[in-house]
């Protein structure tokens, strides 16, 4: 699919060279022979004056080299050419007997006069056009002429074109958490027009994601008060089941409103960023985890460094290894680097995510199967928490199903060396 700047410029270029392909048949046009008429009223012409001459002042013709010979014969005489000329002749009234000759000269003619009885006068002109057509040095030209202007072309629409890559551009300038930076109101005046609405969209946008954000950590914080008074009362409740009921589903409240905070936390709160082994973290996450009973399998890690936040990576990184040890009867996990990035992979033997739901994994709150809250705790927020972490660092997430059955989630992050510490 085509982008609109390089159809436009596509277009400009066409159009130039149509122009060119049209000047070039006009050029060609006034570069042709004229007329064969034309040519034979000038030969009848030229005969009749020669013979005018010549028959008035015989000695011209040795001054003038012209040869005095006899009659040519029959096969040297262009039949069809002579009867053009001597029409032409007969139509302007003159009488002299002329034959146009044969020539093998190109770009020439040769024409004989009748003086007096066997005498002929032998004359030559140039041919009727005026030589070969110039066809490489038109070419050269219309080739450079075609590339001035495409050049002109590709110009004028990146020109024009600049409001919509302001936009393509902005688009790949908005941060990991959602804020769209200030552009430059600078520039022809349709693109200060186009970068001051984007900015004008952007404040609001910036205010509503903000104020989304306060809402969540708000409502967070809030949950807290009349989660403690419940948990007080819930204490005199009496032994049984009612009393645990009570305490799990406040233990899950509290959860809740932990992990919504924290995903604020993670998206409007700038953190310090320093060189981190990624190495180190991942070993210390699958040592903890083990240590609570979950099943985590460490395979090949590999030294690498990233600059980041290390409690915040520790803290992505976590949430997707327990994820997948709760829910995929265990984790695999293994670190490596292609060169260029830290490529983490947590792989599990569980039941696998729908295909159709493969896209929602990361939403805030989101369930495969809602069934399934009464038997693994949790507040659905350690998949957003974690991209968010990632993304802010530079990096991508992704989830799929594995062929051989479970999910397979991979992390990568920009590597940096020891020495940018």
Same mark, same amino acid.
């Not at 200030?182 to 001051?196: D, F, I, N, S, Y």
């Not at 997430?397 to 059955?405: A, D, H, K, L, P």
């Not at 991979?410 to 920009?414: A, D, Q, S």
């Given at each position: 699919?085509?982008?609109?700047?390089?159809?436009?410029?596509?277009?400009?270029?066409?159009?130039?060279?149509?122009?060119?392909?049209?000047?070039?048949f006009?050029?060609?046009?006034?570069?042709?022979?004229?007329?064969?008429?034309?040519?034979d009223?000038?030969?009848?012409?030229r005969?009749?004056?020669?013979?005018?001459?010549?028959?008035?002042?015989?000695?011209?013709?040795?001054?003038?080299?012209?040869?005095?010979?006899?009659?040519?014969?029959?096969?040297?005489?262009?039949?069809?050419h002579?009867?053009?000329?001597?029409?032409?002749?007969?139509?302007?009234?003159?009488?002299?007997?002329?034959?146009?000759?044969?020539?093998?000269?190109?770009h020439?003619?040769?024409?004989?006069?009748?003086?007096?009885?066997?005498?002929?006068?032998?004359?030559?002109?140039?041919?009727?056009?005026?030589?070969?057509f110039?066809?490489?040095?038109?070419?050269?030209y219309?080739t450079?002429?075609?590339?001035?202007?495409?050049?002109?072309?590709?110009?004028?629409?990146?020109?024009?074109?600049?409001?919509?890559?302001?936009?393509?551009?902005?688009?790949?300038?908005?941060?990991?958490d959602?804020?769209?930076p200030?552009?430059?109101?600078?520039?022809?005046?349709?693109?200060?027009?186009?970068?001051?609405t984007?900015?004008?969209?952007?404040?609001?946008?910036?205010?509503a994601v903000?104020?989304?954000?306060?809402?969540?950590?708000?409502?967070?914080?809030?949950?807290?008060?009349?989660?403690?008074?419940?948990?007080?009362?819930?204490?005199?409740?009496?032994?049984g089941?009612?009393?645990?009921?009570?305490?799990?589903?406040?233990?899950?409240?509290?959860?809740?409103?932990?992990?919504?905070?924290?995903?604020?936390?993670?998206?409007?709160?700038?953190?310090?960023?320093?060189?981190?082994?990624?190495?180190?973290?991942?070993?210390?996450?699958?040592?903890?985890?083990?240590?609570?009973?979950?099943?985590?399998?460490?395979g090949a890690?590999?030294?690498?460094?990233?600059? *980041? /936040?290390?409690? =915040? &990576?520790?803290?992505?990184?976590?949430?997707? #290894?327990?994820?997948? !040890?709760?829910? %995929?009867? *265990? /984790?695999?996990? =293994? &670190?490596?680097?292609?060169?260029?990035?830290? #490529?983490?992979?947590? !792989?599990?033997? %569980?039941? *696998?995510?729908?295909?159709? &739901?493969?896209?929602?994994?990361?939403?805030?709150?989101?369930?495969?199967?809602q069934?399934?809250?009464?038997?693994?705790?949790?507040?659905?927020?350690?998949?957003?928490i974690s991209?968010?972490?990632?993304?802010?660092?530079?990096?991508t997430?992704?989830?799929?199903?594995?062929?051989?059955?479970g999910?397979?989630q991979?992390?990568?992050?920009?590597l940096?060396?020891p020495?940018?510490?």
């Open positions: 699919m085509w982008s609109l700047r390089t159809r436009f410029t596509a277009l400009l270029v066409i159009s130039v060279v149509l122009v060119l392909v049209a000047a070039a006009v050029t060609a046009t006034l570069l042709r022979r004229p007329p064969e008429a034309a040519f009223l000038a030969l009848a012409e005969a009749e004056l020669a013979a005018l001459l010549l028959r008035a002042d015989p000695s011209a013709a040795e001054k003038m080299h012209i040869r005095i010979l006899q009659k040519p014969t029959q096969n040297r005489i262009d039949q069809e002579t009867d053009n000329v001597r029409a032409e002749g007969r139509r302007k009234g003159y009488t002299s007997e002329v034959v146009v000759l044969e020539s093998f000269k190109p020439s003619k040769g024409i004989a006069v009748r003086l007096d009885g066997d005498r002929w006068a032998y004359l030559d002109f140039p041919g009727p056009g005026p030589g070969p110039p066809l490489l040095p038109l070419a050269a219309l450079l002429v075609a590339i001035g202007m495409a050049g002109i072309a590709i110009y004028a629409s990146n020109v024009m074109m600049r409001p919509l890559r302001l936009l393509d551009e902005t688009i790949a300038k908005i941060r990991p959602g804020i769209i200030e552009l430059p109101e600078t520039g022809p005046m349709e693109v200060r027009t186009t970068a001051k984007i900015n004008r969209l952007a404040t609001r946008l910036n205010a903000s104020s989304r954000m306060r809402m969540i950590a708000a409502a967070g914080h809030d949950m807290r008060t009349p989660m403690t008074r419940m948990r007080l009362r819930a204490e005199f409740v009496g032994d089941d009612d009393r645990q009921s009570w305490l799990k589903d406040l233990e899950e409240l509290d959860h809740i409103a932990d992990s919504a905070i924290r995903l604020v936390r993670e998206e409007v709160s700038p953190v310090a960023r320093e060189q981190v082994a990624l190495d180190a973290v991942v070993r210390s996450v699958a040592a903890e985890i083990r240590e609570t009973g979950m099943p985590v399998e460490q890690i590999a030294p690498v460094f990233v600059k *980041g /936040a290390p409690f =915040a &990576l520790k803290r992505a990184i976590r949430n997707l #290894v327990v994820n997948a !040890a709760t829910h %995929g009867q *265990g /984790a695999g996990v =293994a &670190l490596s680097s292609n060169g260029a990035e830290a #490529v983490l992979t947590i !792989a599990d033997s %569980g039941p *696998g995510i729908p295909q159709n &739901l493969l896209d929602r994994v990361f939403e805030p709150f989101f369930r495969v199967d069934a399934r809250r009464q038997l693994v705790p949790g507040a659905g927020l350690g998949l957003a991209r968010e972490i990632i993304e802010n660092h530079g990096g997430i992704t989830i799929v199903n594995r062929s051989e059955g999910l397979l991979t992390v990568r992050l920009p940096c060396t020495a940018q510490d």
